[in-house]
């Protein structure tokens, strides 16, 4: 289990370093402070590879292309180029991102990540199989971006290349899908098709109990639910006395209660990150939706990261992770930017602590 990260050069982050991680974690603070920017950096340091780059450019809607009037093969590679400033803080492109981690057996692990406009794609094309490829590649070696990440785990070091970007040439980035990672962003959600199969996953390994009593959280009268693939595969629930209706009828709330139970449920990652996990939730169902959440994170070993903007989840938050015989550890962390600097520091409050300040309204989410 991560207990605390450093990170530099990445996003918004220059540099800072936040302890004390506990099972379940929240992170609040105000807009732009970078709650999402650190859900990423814990997503890279769990899954560094060239993908998860990838992913997280998804997820942001970020672009490498543009529809900018291109005259010339310089105008096309400054356009590649300058999709990928933003990955570095105050897109210094030049700079090194790294992302530093201790467990709490003090094990260290360490990431870093660079760009390379050298053109050189020896590591990336070791293997003889695939000379011609590599030969090919060398043709446009001036065109090239390459990015580089380097993983330190348990002193094994070893690099992954990939190219990011050729003007001249169509390059293939992996094929794992984005619903595949551990990180349920605020403002997308998983098609019918990737729901079933997830809700297929947790039925195999006896586990689509909890997608029932989750959604019971919502909908009491749920009971039951189905996978159907008759045409598109869909998610079907049943309310008593009433026939079957596809998932996506049944609003926000369930939608996002299936995607995060049935991502912590299937986790092989043994982290789970969820940006704005108040989105669509109504209040007064907060605080059993995070006792299903303490319970699974310590049942499935899994480690949650969740941001969130809402005074209610907050406060359902701290009166769940302090009620007797609660066996999941929890923790609060406020993001914030020194006054004088607007360098970005990461608080972290205790439940009882954090609990005072709500009771007394003192501020709590970067106020």
Request: net charge negative; with cysteine; hydrophobic share 40%.
């Amino acid at each position: 289990m991560l207990k605390e990260i450093e990170i530099q050069n990445f996003r918004c982050f220059e540099q800072i370093k936040i302890s004390g991680f506990e099972r379940v974690n929240l992170i609040g603070g105000k807009n732009n402070a970078g709650k999402t920017a650190l859900l990423e950096a814990l997503f890279l340091y769990n899954d560094p590879d060239g993908n998860s780059i990838f992913r997280l450019k998804t997820l942001r809607m970020e672009s490498s292309e543009s529809s900018e009037s291109i005259e010339s093969i310089e105008s096309i590679k400054s356009i590649y180029k300058r999709g990928w400033d933003h990955f570095f803080y105050s897109l210094n492109k030049d700079a090194v991102i790294v992302i530093h981690g201790k467990d709490e057996t003090n094990l260290v692990h360490k990431i870093e990540i660079w760009l390379d406009e050298s053109g050189n794609v020896n590591n990336i094309f070791a293997d003889q199989n695939v000379e011609r490829l590599r030969e090919s590649f060398l043709k446009y070696k001036d065109d090239l971006l390459i990015l580089n990440i380097k993983s330190n785990r348990n002193n094994q070091e070893n690099v992954n290349s990939v190219v990011i970007a050729s003007p001249k040439m169509s390059i293939h980035q992996g094929s794992r899908h984005f619903n595949e990672a551990p990180f349920i962003p605020s403002c997308m959600r998983s098609s019918g098709a990737n729901i079933t199969a997830e809700f297929d996953v947790a039925r195999l390994n006896e586990k689509d109990s909890e997608i029932l009593k989750a959604f019971q959280i919502i909908d009491p009268a749920i009971e039951s639910v189905e996978s159907f693939s008759i045409g598109e595969p869909t998610l079907y629930l049943r309310r008593k006395g009433e026939k079957r209706l596809p998932l996506s009828l049944f609003g926000d709330a369930m939608n996002r209660v299936a995607d995060i139970i049935l991502k912590l449920v299937n986790s092989e990652h043994k982290i789970l990150l969820i940006d704005e996990i108040e989105n669509g939730i109504h209040y007064t169902n907060q605080r059993n939706f995070w006792r299903v959440l303490f319970r699974l994170a310590v049942e499935l070993d899994t480690q949650i990261f969740a941001t969130t903007h809402s005074l209610e989840m907050l406060q359902a938050f701290a009166d769940v992770g302090l009620e007797p015989n609660q066996e999941c550890s929890s923790a609060y962390f406020e993001l914030a930017k020194k006054p004088k600097t607007d360098q970005i520091i990461g608080i972290r409050r205790d439940l009882e602590t954090l609990n005072y300040a709500l009771e007394h309204q003192k501020g709590v989410r970067g106020e």
